[in-house]
Each structure stands twice: as C-alpha cells, then as structure tokens.
C-alpha cells in the first residue's frame, strides 16, 4: 500500500521549489528596479574637447553616472549649443561647424547636464619643409645618414594625429625606408632612414611616403624619397 504522506512530501517539495524560484524573482525585480530609478549625479560628454573643421561634423556621446561613477542607462533626453551661428548640434550628438568661434554643447539627462568645448575654425594643413629628399649611399657600405624633416601646420585649428602612412615603394624592392615622428602634433619632426644595405644592386630607387593627419585638409601629403645607390 502506497505511502499516503509521499504525496504530501512530493507536494511540499513543489511548493518549497515555486517559493524559491518566487523569491528569486522578486530579488531580481527588485535591482532591476534599483537601477532604472539610480539618481543620476552627473553626465558625461566624450570627447570633452574637441576640434571641428567649418563645414564637417563630429559626434559627441554623453554617458550619464550614478554617484559611485558607475553607467546608468537612462538615455540622454537633449543636445544643445551655445551658440548655433558658430556650431549645431542635432538629438544624436552631431555637431557641425559652420564659422570659425568656439561654442559649449551641453548634454541633458534627467536634468542633470555635461557640457564639451568645440572648437571651430579652418581646417589644419600639412606643410613638410621639403617635399623630395635624396640619399646618397654605395652599395655594401655603411647607410646614408638620417634626415629630418619639419612638419608644421600652414592652416587652422590644431594638426594633431600625424603619422607616416604605409610607403609606397612601386616597382623597386620594398622595405628600405623607416619612417617615424617624434610627436603627433605639429610641429613635428619626420626622420626618415634609407636602409641602403638591404639592396644589392646599384640604381635609382624611389618611393613616397605618406604623411596623414585626422583633421587635415590635404591628408595624405606625399613625401617623395629617392635613394641613389652607386657600385663600390
């Protein structure tokens, strides 16, 4: 005869189970909760400064922020700027610079607000002191001497992010060439070595590096090296 009091503890054991799983919910329910309502302390707008070129646009983002520091999903509810002759913002965080001035966006989040500095002006320019350089070296002997190049900038805002981009050796053999700057903001220097000893034969070798900079109006600007390796 079958155990009246298993049903029971099969019942029990049922219930104990949906209680927990209950409480567990209501656990879960209840951070969730925590921190859709998490007071907002502050609102932060990336990049906090930036340069944007008249007539070209750049994206802000705002991330609002609990007390702690800490990321609250919460959405951002308006952009604004303080001046909307020099710059516009639209509901995404896109500006746009339409005449040289310097203007404060202003991010809203739960009436808290973050603001970032933009600056509007002329595009930066690269302007290299030579733009063609020539290495004299004989084949087997030691490398021609390094030569630097001054990098600065002919237009406006700031020429920042320069870098020397992957040289272009055409026909000839490659990787003779190293290039590097020794800052990523103009004025800068270029130093450019030609590892003449990687080739074997004599001749005329050419190749172009180029010179690139975010913002630049004329990026990438071509610097053109030639390499004359003569026979012992």
Do not use: E
């Amino acid at each position: 005869m079958k155990d009246p009091s298993s049903r029971w503890r099969g019942t029990g054991r049922r219930t104990a189970g949906a209680l927990a799983l209950g409480t567990l919910l209501l656990s879960c329910s209840s951070v969730l909760t925590d921190i859709q309502v998490a007071p907002i302390a502050s609102v932060r707008v990336s990049p906090d400064s930036v340069d944007v070129p008249i007539g070209t646009a750049s994206r802000l983002q705002a991330f609002p922020l609990d007390s702690t520091g800490a990321y609250r999903p919460v959405g951002v509810s308006g952009w604004a700027t303080s001046d909307a002759l020099i710059a516009t913002v639209n509901d995404t965080g896109l500006v746009t610079g339409v005449v040289a001035g310097t203007v404060t966006i202003t991010a809203s989040s739960r009436g808290i607000q973050g603001t970032a500095r933009v600056r509007v002006g002329p595009a930066p320019l690269i302007t290299l002191a030579a733009d063609s350089i020539r290495f004299d070296a004989t084949v087997g002997q030691a490398d021609a001497p390094p030569q630097a190049i001054a990098v600065t900038n002919s237009g406006g805002l700031t020429l920042a992010g320069l870098a020397a981009g992957t040289i272009d050796y055409g026909t000839g053999p490659p990787a003779w060439l190293v290039a590097h700057f020794d800052t990523t903001i103009a004025p800068a220097t270029l130093t450019v070595l030609a590892l003449s000893g990687t080739i074997t034969q004599p001749g005329i070798y050419l190749a172009t590096i180029p010179v690139t900079a975010a913002l630049a109006g004329n990026t990438p600007h071509s610097l053109r090296v030639a390499l004359v390796l003569v026979a012992p």
